[in-house]
């Protein structure tokens, strides 16, 4: 439970983007960030349920 408490909320944002355009170009353009941003998001996200899915 102490992992929830060090837990980036822009994290759960970029997340749910992905998981809701379906890619991460499309997530780059809604956020108005880069690419290689959100990759480097969904990379820092040390969490085992979503672990196999961004990999």
Known sequence: MSGLRNLDLNLLIVFETVYSSGNIS????????????ISNALRSVDMPLLAGHFH
């Open 26 to 37: 499309q997530t780059s353009r809604r956020l108005g960030t880069s690419q290689p941003t």
